[in-house]
């Protein structure tokens, strides 16, 4: 049995939906096909059988074979794409998200930029904006700040999800800068003060076994494209994988093996999650703290390298900014 639908908005919910719908009751179900219209144009075909093995066809009937993940990293892409305003004209203003300001300062002396003392964010928030202006950039460093109770750096995804959603309202920026320190894999080839530029992002510790929500749970989105940075500047590149722990419990590693990332952070997928939806670019600049399959401890490493491995950061992030300037989003 085959059967078809038609939807304008929101085509892996409403697929959700059906499947919620149809797999529970019909035995004989070969084969879902939802196809997605933007207005009167038809996007792509959203299909799914079975066993759950989705593809695409976009228009003019050419199919190609994805994954779940690609799937949803393909729509997410398209997405973007479709918005189109920011790709013709140079990049003019830049917000970097940072999660501890031990990172961010060295940036701040850099660009010679000077805190904000008229906060664009609520009252009464820890967020801290840095401003001024770098060669033909507006350049604006923001962090999360201290915990009110704890006096630590506000990490985590929770928080970095929150700055970035008020930072893209407020600040209005061209390109979101996601930049930080990060563990990282010596499978992989990674060593400590590598600088990778992700190339996508993923959750690890999103774990909800139940079909398509589990693809949600991953939540896996493309950073911005930037072949000319990366050889420009030869950057490493691979995958990031994002979670709320330090440490890596095995149900972790088992995720992040299957997504197969190189380098693991606290914020990277949560800062994708609502520059996808709100439709900024966003790049991801990670330098290597810890070995997460090494010997050593992974916080004793982790502080042990913190403050050299700032200035490996601080170093490519300049290269970075020096690229941008004067260039538009297609050219990165």
């Known amino acids: ?64 074979e994805r994954s779940p993940e690609g799937l949803i990293m393909t729509i997410s892409m398209e997405n973007k794409l479709g918005e189109g305003s920011m790709v013709a004209r140079p990049i003019s203003n830049i917000v970097f998200i940072i999660a501890m300001q031990t990172e961010a300062l060295p940036l701040v002396n850099k660009f010679e930029l000077t805190e904000d003392p008229n906060s664009l964010f609520p009252k009464n928030v820890p967020w801290v904006r840095y401003n001024g202006k770098y060669k033909d950039l507006n350049v604006n460093i ?44 010596k499978a992989k080839g990674a060593s400590i003060g590598d600088v990778y530029l992700a190339s996508d992002v993923a959750f690890h510790d999103r774990r909800i076994p139940i079909p398509v929500f589990d693809l949600y749970g991953v939540g896996l989105r493309q950073a911005c494209c930037t072949p000319n940075v990366i050889k420009a500047l ?67 490493e982790f502080l042990q390298n913190l403050a050299a491995v700032t200035a490996a950061l601080d170093e490519a992030a300049t290269k970075v900014v020096d690229f941008i300037n004067g260039k538009c989003l297609s050219e990165l």
């Not at 639908?5 to 009751?25: D, E, G, N, Y």
């Not at 923001?142 to 009110?148: E, F, I, L």
């Not at 109770?149 to 970035?164: F, K, M, N, Q």
Request: hydrophobic share 45%; charged share 20%; with cysteine.
């Open 234 to 300: 030869n950057l490493k590149v691979g995958k990031l994988s994002t979670g709320d722990s330090l440490d890596m419990c095995p149900l972790d590693e088992a995720s992040i093996m299957k997504n197969d990332a190189v380098i693991k952070d606290m914020e990277g997928a949560a800062v994708a999650y609502v520059a996808d939806l709100l439709k900024v670019s966003v790049i991801f600049l990670k330098a290597v703290t810890d070995i997460v399959d090494g010997d050593k401890p992974t916080a004793e």
């Open 1 to 64: 049995m085959q059967i078809e639908f038609a939807c304008t908005s929101c085509p892996l919910i409403v697929m959700a939906r059906i499947l919620k719908i149809f797999t529970s009751h019909t035995h004989s179900l070969g084969l879902i096909r939802l196809h997605y219209f933007k207005g009167e144009k038809h996007k792509y075909t959203l299909s799914v059988n079975k066993k759950m093995s989705p593809f695409l066809i976009y228009r003019g009937g050419k199919r190609e």
């Open 142 to 185: 923001v962090c999360p700040g201290k915990d009110a109770i704890l006096g630590v750096d506000s990490v985590g995804t929770v928080s970095a999800a929150l700055l970035t959603y008020a930072s893209i309202q407020a600040l209005k920026p061209d390109l979101i800068i996601n930049a930080g320190t990060a563990g990282a894999f």
